[in-house]
C-alpha cells in the first residue's frame, strides 16, 4: 500500500472517522479473452484452424489468446543448422510474429519437453503432468475465456502426436477444474493489502470446449497425402460446426485462406514454405479446405454443429462439477486394449465428452514403414467368482507372426491381468490399411475380443 494512504488511514482512524477503504480492483481486462486456444506447439495453429481465428477476429471481433505447451523444440529445421532449444527459441519467435498478424500479443510458452511418440501417456509424463496442468488452469482464471479450443484428445491414425493429445486432455482438465475454487486455491487467495500469500486470481467457468485434428479424410490438403481409410470415411461429419475459408472477411481484402497462408509463412523453420509460395504466387488453394470442429462440450446450450460463439452471452456461469458416471463393470472374463486407449475410455467419461468414442469405434493407429516389433497392452479382466483359465489368439494379417511369450494365463477371481502382446510385421514399406483381432479364449470358447486398424507406411507418423 503506498505509504500516503497509509497516512490517510492513519489520521482518519484518529479522528474516529468511518475509513473508506480503496475500492477493490477487478480481473485486468487486457487479459480477457473470448477464445483460448491450448495447443502444444508453435504452428499447432496454421493452416484451418488459423483461417478460424481470422474470421473470429475480423469478423466478429473476438478476443483471441493461445498457450503453447512448448517450443518443439525437438522438430525439424527447414531453413537454418539450429535444432534442439535453439530452434525452440526460434519457434518462439516464429510463433509470436506469426499470432501478431491477427493482432493476437497474449501468447504463453510453456517449458515442457517436446516427446516424439504417439502415446499420450509419454508426454503426460515427461511434461509433469500435475505442474502443467496447473499452469493451464492459472492461465484459464487470467484469460477467463468463453471458449477453449484443443487438439482432439484422441488415438487417431493420422493425429498421431503425442504432444497433442497431451495438449488437448490437459487442456480438457482445465476446462473441467478453473472454475473449481477447491483446486490450485492458491491461484485464488486475494491478498489486497499488499501480502505475498495467493496470485489474486478468481476462478472462471468457460462456456464451451472445441477440438480440431489433422486426421481429417476429406481433406485434400495433407502434407503427408495418406491414403484413406478403407473402413471410415469423413469421421467427422456431423460431428461440430465447419467453416469454409473461402470467404471474405468484410474488414480485409484477403480470403481467410490468404490470411491463413500469411500466418503459417512465419514458420519458416517448419512447412511456412508452403505459406510463403502461396502468398507469393496469390494461388491459395493448399488452404481452401473446409475448417472441420469437434464438439466437445457445452454448458450454455447450443447445437452440435451450430456456431462456437452459439449460446454464449457475456458474464460468469457457475461452475458445473462434472456427473461422474456410474461403474458399468463387464461382467464375466474379457479382454480390452490397455494403454492409452483404456485412458481414453475412462478420461471421456470421467470428463463428459463420451461421445467422442462414437467418432472411431474401432481403435486404430498410424505405422511408419521403418518399424520394428509391435507393442501393445491387453488386459484380461476375471469378474467371476472362481479362478479362470484363458488364451489369448491373435488374427494377424498375412506373413505377421506373434512374437508374444505367452499365450496362456491363469487368473484368480477379481483379478486383472496386464498382457503384453508383441508383433513381427510383414512387408511394412508397401502403405496400406491392415486389421489385427485378438480373441480371448475360456474353455475352448471365445469369451471377447479386441479389433485394431493399423495404417502401415504411414509418412508422418511417429514412433509407436
Ligand atoms: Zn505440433
Redesign the pocket.
Known amino acids: 500500500m503506498p505509504k500516503m494512504i497509509l497516512l490517510l488511514f492513519a489520521l482518519t482512524t484518529v479522528a474516529g472517522q468511518a475509513a473508506q477503504a480503496p475500492s477493490l480492483p477487478g480481473p485486468d481486462p487486457r487479459y480477457n479473452a473470448d477464445l483460448l486456444l491450448v495447443?502444444?506447439?508453435?504452428?499447432?495453429e496454421t493452416g484451418g484452424v488459423a483461417g478460424y481465428l481470422a474470421r473470429a477476429i475480423y469478423d466478429h471481433h473476438r478476443r483471441v489468446a493461445v498457450v503453447f505447451v512448448n517450443r518443439?523444440q525437438s522438430?525439424g529445421n527447414a531453413v537454418g543448422a539450429e535444432e534442439g532449444n535453439a530452434l525452440g527459441s526460434e519457434r518462439e519467435i516464429e510463433g509470436r510474429s506469426a499470432l501478431a498478424s491477427f493482432g493476437i500479443a497474449n501468447v504463453w510458452f510453456l517449458d515442457t519437453p517436446n516427446v516424439s511418440s504417439q502415446n499420450v501417456m509419454n508426454s503426460l509424463e515427461r511434461w509433469g503432468h500435475g505442474a502443467v496442468l496447473e499452469e493451464v488452469v492459472r492461465l484459464v482464471r487470467l484469460t477467463r475465456p468463453e471458449v477453449i479450443l484443443t487438439?482432439l484428445p484422441a488415438f487417431v491414425a493420422g493425429e498421431n502426436?503425442a504432444?497433442?493429445q497431451a495438449a488437448a486432455v490437459i487442456a480438457t482438465e482445465a476446462f473441467d477444474m478453473a472454475g473449481d475454487p477447491a483446486i490450485f486455491s492458491e491461484q485464488l487467495v486475494r491478498d489486497h493489502s499488499g501480502g505475498q500469500s495467493g496470485e489474486g486470481l478468481l476462478a472462471w467457468q468457460p462456456k464451451k470446449l472445441y477440438y480440431y485434428t489433422d486426421a481429417d479424410d476429406a481433406l485434400d490438403f495433407d502434407q503427408d497425402n495418406p491414403i484413406p481409410s478403407p473402413y471410415r470415411e469423413n469421421f467427422l461429419d456431423g460431428a461440430g460446426p465447419q467453416y469454409s475459408l473461402t470467404d471474405l472477411p468484410p474488414s480485409q481484402h484477403k480470403s481467410y485462406a490468404a490470411l491463413s497462408a500469411q500466418e503459417t509463412s512465419f514458420y519458416l523453420t517448419q512447412e511456412g514454405r508452403i505459406g510463403k509460395e502461396a502468398v507469393e504466387s496469390n494461388n491459395f488453394k493448399d488452404f481452401e479446405y473446409p475448417l472441420r470442429l469437434i464438439f466437445g462440450k457445452s454448458l450454455v446450450g447450443g447445437s452440435v454443429t451450430g456456431d462456437v460463439f452459439e449460446g454464449i452471452a457475456p458474464g460468469s456461469i457457475s461452475w458445473r462439477s462434472i456427473s461422474l458416471p456410474d461403474e458399468d463393470k463387464v461382467r464375466g472374463v474379457s479382454l480390452e486394449l490397455g494403454g492409452p486407449w483404456k485412458f481414453y475410455q475412462e478420461f471421456w467419461k470421467i470428463h463428459n465428452i463420451e461421445h467422442l468414442a462414437d467418432l472411431l469405434p474401432v481403435p486404430e493407429m498410424a505405422i511408419r514403414s521403418d518399424v520394428g516389433y509391435l507393442h501393445f497392452s491387453l488386459l484380461i479382466h476375471n469378474n467371476t467368482e472362481t479362478p479362470q483359465e484363458v488364451t489369448i489368439r491373435s488374427a494377424l494379417p498375412e506373413g505377421w507372426t506373434d512374437k508374444s511369450g505367452y499365450s496362456s494365463y491363469s487368473l484368480a477371481p477379481g483379478q486383472t491381468y496386464p498382457v503384453r502382446s508383441v508383433l513381427a510385421p510383414f512387408n511394412t514399406s508397401k502403405e496400406a490399411w491392415r486389421e489385427i483381432k485378438w480373441s480371448l479364449q475360456v474353455n475352448g470358447h471365445e469369451s471377447s475380443s479386441v479389433t485394431m486398424r493399423l495404417h502401415m507406411g504411414a509418412r508422418g507418423a511417429m514412433s509407436p
Open positions: 495447443v502444444a506447439h508453435p504452428d499447432d518443439g522438430g487438439w502426436h504432444d497433442h
